[in-house]
């Protein structure tokens, strides 16, 4: 009896939870071929060509969940957990080297804005992902400046809290702090970061700050903590299918370089079914003016479908001193690259479900 009322009761339950909540499945498999025209050794040294199978050239390949329920009063639970991967070994990869490496949070989200805690993307780098004109390609791309100079930090935040407020008048600011979690020292791998972006549809500004210590409990297969603090400003104008974007960042890394980076491009979607974009980025430290680098490259999209793209880019780097810009954050062996000039040419495909 107590059985038959228990599932009276969990039936009736059923429909009403399936009604206000949802979990999503969703992924990106990203694979290309790649090629350069120098590859540095383990001593920097130019070690020849390279022609590879890599993962991920214009997007990083991943999966996750994504979940989300409404309680009522317009206020929502949310939840995160997402994964990369390598298209050509299967194995872990474009993370912090952890199974869910790459989020990894819950929220609460209402009229009042969103507060989210656990691993999450801080608001800078959210802030350079705004203002880039390739949208953070794998490949020939501002992105493969920022790992260049910080790796993960900043990117993939463990232990942190963050909110971000609604949109008012095309304003919206966002907060985050990361906490170490050493016993007696505070400030031991203590991250923060703050952000703000305006867009009206046509102008966009935003800029952010970052400040992140070494230390703490985090510890991962990729450093997420090395010790920098981070500015950026950016814009954008948008007139029609034609964006421009410009970008100022700034790195300075305790004990290493002071980079200024400069950049900026165009990108133009073809009726709708072509994008076409290109950038420039000129990186110099201000603590040794012979240590710079410029990176430009273009690329090219093909949309077969809502989910399928083929895609091609050309890139070139040029390095001075003690510089070493690299072409692709995915594949490991031109992550970082050689004095000189450096070319290269990506080619590939990518599926999102």
């Known amino acids: 009896m107590k059985r038959s009322i228990l599932a009276v009761a969990l039936l009736g339950i059923a429909p009403v ?20 025209s120098k590859t540095p050794n383990a001593q920097g040294q130019n070690a020849g060509r390279t022609f590879a199978l890599a993962d ?26 997402e994964s990369g991967f390598n298209t050509g ?16 949070w819950v929220a609460l989200e209402g009229n009042y804005g969103e507060v989210r805690a656990g691993l999450q993307f801080s608001p800078f780098v959210n802030t350079i992902y705004d203002s880039d004109t390739r949208g953070f390609a ?11 100079n910080v790796f993960l930090t900043g990117v ?27 016993a007696g020292d505070f400030q031991a791998g203590r991250q923060y970061a703050a952000s ?31 010790a920098f603090v981070g500015r950026t400003l950016g814009a954008a104008y948008r007139i029609g299918s ?10 300075k890394v305790a004990g290493a370089a002071n980079n200024y980076v400069y950049g900026g491009g165009l990108d133009y979607i073809m009726a709708s079914q072509v994008d076409f974009n290109g950038g420039v980025w000129l990186t110099r430290d201000r603590n040794n003016s012979d240590n710079h680098s410029l990176l430009a490259s273009v690329g090219a999209a093909y949309f077969l479908s809502r989910r399928t793209t083929l895609y091609t880019q050309v890139g070139v780097v040029n390095n ?34």
């Open 196 to 226: 703000f972006k305006y867009d009206n549809g046509t102008v966009m500004l935003n800029g952010a700050i970052y400040d992140g210590n070494s230390g703490g409990t985090v510890n991962t297969p990729i450093p997420s903590t090395v």
């Open 89 to 104: 070994t299967g194995g872990i990869n474009d993370s912090n080297g952890n199974f869910f490496g790459r989020q990894a």
């Open 242 to 251: 034609l964006t421009a974007k410009a970008v100022f960042i700034n790195y």
């Open 138 to 148: 794998n490949f020939g791309d501002v992105q493969s400046i920022y790992g260049n």
């Open 156 to 182: 993939h935040n463990s232990n942190a809290i963050s909110y971000t407020s609604p949109k008012i008048a095309g304003l919206e600011g966002s907060v985050m702090l990361a906490l170490g979690g050493e």
């Open 17 to 36: 939870i399936h009604a206000q909540s949802s979990v999503t499945l969703y992924g990106v498999i990203d694979a290309s071929l790649l090629f350069t």
């Open 320 to 353: 001075h001193g003690a510089a070493n810009t690299g072409l692709s954050v995915s594949y490991p062996n031109v992550f970082f690259e050689v004095q000189g000039t450096t070319v290269g040419v990506n080619v590939g495909i990518r599926h999102t479900f």
């Open 56 to 81: 991920g050239g214009l997007s990083p390949s991943l999966f996750g969940f994504s979940g989300v329920e409404d309680l009522g009063g317009g206020l929502k639970a949310k939840f995160k957990i």
